[in-house]
């Protein structure tokens, strides 16, 4: 029976936790800091993730077997270095790679060269700082609009411009490295050729030795219908993702998976966690935009509850290097989920507002993102993402009417929801 402690707040953390609470394996879960929705099935601590002395002393006191860490920043911080260097803490798994894996995600300018090193396809690049400056607008000239300008360090999701003119694209790349738009982040910038064609979220696991491929999902970041609007953490998601039929994610596996499985030991970086490979379906041939050290966040709350095996079996074989004998059973089953949000969100929006009828759900999972109880118990918005609405079925279409059911019985003032989740995939079907 074990102790776990899970790191993180929002729906992702609350999908891990629900996951997690059905073990059998399981005594007892922490999560730091949680929310309203995990205390359900465990005890939300009060250690800031990045604090990585206070959660080493609760781990050391209270017996705990393993940490799942959910968000990028306290691994790109070095949390499992942090263990990996304490005498005690050690031999304790933590569940997300080191400093340098994480990499893949801290900088843009590390996974173009890695991917470039291993062969795995990707978008043409080049990176530019302020001492290249005029380099970078000869680059941008080359190349046809629109035109891709990224910060390279993390920019919490923002750090991404797409111009359609090169006055536009100079502009901005001067503003990224001159003017620091996005801090120290754009101190260096990578500019990408542009990838047409729709996206999609792969998932692997890997122990640094074997890999299991998770289903694959599709997310929703704009804040407004038709893919319009700004960007958001992610509006909604699906999963199975219907043009990833298995042709497609047989390429992906041989030209992209294992190349990077393969790529990390060769570059002696141990990975212990969880890769996202951000894809473009180019004609149905594959390419990484970007490689998270995390999983999704909404696509979590699909991926999760689609997986039937035990997730604390699954994490301590990622821990102790035995992936390569647990069996995934996947639930066949579409499942969806619908983010309700603050008005005003991505921008400037209010939280404390009642959340009310969330003992009416019949139809859906309910995953909470930024929630917080008061002290009656009265659970209120605390973010911009508020609640994931996940639901099953054996259509995309009957999951995604449960889900936007459920989204009109949860209400809090300012209620926001994307009524045309999977509008891009209607009509489609999965070719298995
Ligand atoms: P990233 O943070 O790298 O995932 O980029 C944010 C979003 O920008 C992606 O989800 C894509 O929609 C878009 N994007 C990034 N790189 C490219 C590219 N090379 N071509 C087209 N779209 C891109
Ligand atoms: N849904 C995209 C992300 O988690 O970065």
């Not at 470039?116 to 970078?136: C, D, M, Q, R, V």
């Amino acid at each position: 029976m074990k102790n776990i402690l899970l790191i993180g707040s929002g729906g992702r953390e609350s999908t891990f936790a629900w996951k997690l609470s059905q073990s059998e394996e399981l005594n007892q879960l922490y999560i730091t800091p949680g929310n309203a929705g995990t205390g359900a099935y465990g005890v939300n601590l009060n250690l800031a993730v990045d604090d990585f002395e206070g959660i080493g002393s609760f781990v050391l006191e209270n017996g705990i077997h393993m940490v799942i860490v959910g968000p990028e920043a306290p691994l790109v911080a070095g949390i499992s270095d942090y263990f990996e260097a304490h005498p005690r803490l050690k031999y304790i798994p933590v569940i997300g790679p080191a400093k340098q894996g994480a990499m893949l995600e801290g900088s843009k300018d590390f996974s173009k060269q890695f991917m470039i090193k291993h062969n795995i396809p990707t978008a043409a690049y080049g990176t530019f700082t302020s001492a290249s400056l005029a380099e970078g607008i000869e680059f941008l000239k080359r190349l046809k609009p629109p035109y891709v300008l990224k910060a390279d360090g993390l920019a919490a999701g923002k750090g991404v411009l797409i111009c359609d003119e090169l006055v536009q694209a100079r502009l901005e790349l001067s503003s990224m490295l001159i003017e620091e738009k996005f801090g120290e982040a754009s101190s260096k910038v990578v500019i990408e050729e542009f990838l047409n064609g729709i996206e999609l979220s792969v998932f692997v696991i890997t122990d640094g030795d074997n890999y299991k491929i998770l289903p694959a999902a599709k997310d929703y970041k704009r804040i407004g219908e038709g893919d319009t609007g700004l960007n958001t953490g992610g509006m909604g998601a699906i999963s199975p993702v219907v043009f990833a039929d298995d042709e497609f994610m047989q390429k992906v596996e041989e030209r992209i998976v294992k190349p990077t499985i393969n790529g990390l030991k060769q570059d002696k970086i141990p990975y212990r966690g969880f890769i996202f490979i951000g894809l473009m379906n180019v004609g149905g041939e594959p390419f990484v935009i970007e490689y998270n050290c995390r999983m999704g966040d909404p696509e979590t709350e699909v991926v999760l509850p689609r997986i039937k095996s035990d997730l604390v079996e699954v994490m301590e074989a990622v821990g102790n290097g035995s992936l390569d004998e647990v069996d995934l059973e996947i639930d066949p089953r579409f499942a969806t989920t619908v983010m309700l949000v603050s008005d005003g969100y991505p921008g400037k929006y209010e939280k404390g507002k009642a959340i009310k009828n969330l003992d009416k759900v019949t139809e859906s999972l309910v995953f909470h993102a930024g929630t917080k109880k008061d002290e009656s118990g009265q659970v209120l918005t605390n973010g911009g993402r508020v609640i994931a609405l996940t639901s099953f079925g054996d259509t995309m279409q009957e999951a995604l009417g449960k889900s936007f059911r459920t989204a009109e019985v949860v209400d809090f003032d300012g209620k926001y929801y994307r009524k045309d989740i999977g509008f891009d995939l209607q009509g489609k079907v999965l070719q298995k």
